[in-house]
């Protein structure tokens, strides 16, 4: 593949001291998109169908984080979430930007209120989709995902655990996806991220829940009914310890509730960041 002429190739950013691969649209508010922790993930495909109508009134930012999608991997990089929350907020101080809306999606999440805990005046409203940050037992299907090989087989096996609706994840899209984790790269760094057993990082990503008890941010917490990745009952336990949040769960949706209910995401999004 043509690296220079894939979508998920956008701006790029020293941020942290690592070149960073990110997607600007829109101007107004910022809102900073954090992908989610799958095989071959970038940016530009977790939020694809979110940044058109979402940048229509605001700025829209999203990065690939370090370790992910064309953002640079240094082979002696540490994957942890300070580091993370380090270069998250490297990118931000990079663009001046002092403060945005954050919308994580499942390991974005987890980071995105990560973040929020240690910066609190660099986040105005903060959403978590689908979010890890709070203790659970590791799903089979987060097992699956963080322990993947690469093989059109196995992400087949993945893409059907993600989505509800499983006409959304046809042989296509597993192989674009398949293709995108065998990468020059790609694969070595997912690896070094979630080796065996998995638990212990579901476990390093979750905040303390004293700390999140305190959060002052408007906070909207989504997640899919259905969802077989994360369990639903992470964003139950998210909204009862968050003073100021509020829940919203789409039924007939599993991990991916940015891909399978777009429309009706943006909408709560647009809603929930409007003044």
Same mark, same amino acid.
């Given at each position: ?8 190739? #956008?701006?790029? =950013? ?6 960073? @691969? ?8 910022p ?6 922790? /799958? ?23 999203a990065?690939?984080? !370090? ?5 640079? *991997?240094? !082979?002696?990089?540490?994957y ?17 930007? $002092? ?17 929020? =805990? ?11 989709? /689908?979010? !890890?940050?709070?203790?659970? $037992?590791?799903?089979? #299907?987060?097992?699956?995902v ?7 087989? @196995?992400m087949?096996? =993945?893409?059907?655990?993600?989505a ?20 020059? /790269? ?35 917490? !989504? ?6 990745? =994360? ?12 003073? *100021? ?31």
């Amino acid at each position: 593949m043509n690296v220079i002429s894939s979508p998920e190739v #956008g701006l790029s =950013i020293m941020a942290n001291g690592i070149q960073t @691969n990110y997607h600007d649209a829109g101007t107004g508010t910022p809102v900073l998109l954090i992908h989610g922790s /799958g095989p071959g993930v970038s940016a530009w495909a977790n939020w694809r169908l979110v940044i058109p109508q979402l940048s229509t009134r605001h700025r829209v930012l999203a990065p690939d984080m !370090v370790g992910f999608g064309f953002t640079d *991997r240094p !082979v002696d990089h540490n994957y942890t979430m300070d580091e993370w929350v380090h270069h998250t907020i490297g990118f931000m101080d990079a663009l001046g930007l $002092e403060q945005a809306d954050l919308v994580g999606n499942s390991f974005g999440g987890g980071l995105a209120l990560a973040l929020a =805990i240690r910066h609190p005046s660099r986040v105005r409203r903060l959403v978590l989709m /689908g979010s !890890v940050g709070v203790p659970f $037992e590791i799903t089979l #299907g987060l097992d699956a995902v963080w322990g993947y090989t690469p093989s059109f087989d @196995n992400m087949r096996t =993945i893409m059907d655990l993600f989505a509800y609706d499983r006409s959304l994840v046809n042989d296509e899209l597993a192989e674009l996806r398949f293709q995108a984790s065998k990468r020059p /790269g790609f694969q070595e760094s997912y690896a070094r991220m979630f080796p065996a057993p998995r638990q212990r990082w579901v476990d390093a990503m979750a905040s303390a829940e004293n700390d999140i008890r305190n959060l002052p941010h408007d906070t909207l917490v !989504v997640h899919g009914r259905e969802d077989r990745i =994360i369990p639903p009952q992470n964003s139950h336990t998210l909204s009862n310890w968050i003073p *100021r949040s509020q829940l919203h769960v789409f039924g007939q949706c599993g991990h991916w509730t940015q891909i399978e209910h777009p429309k009706r995401f943006v909408a709560l999004l647009l809603n929930f960041f409007a003044d």
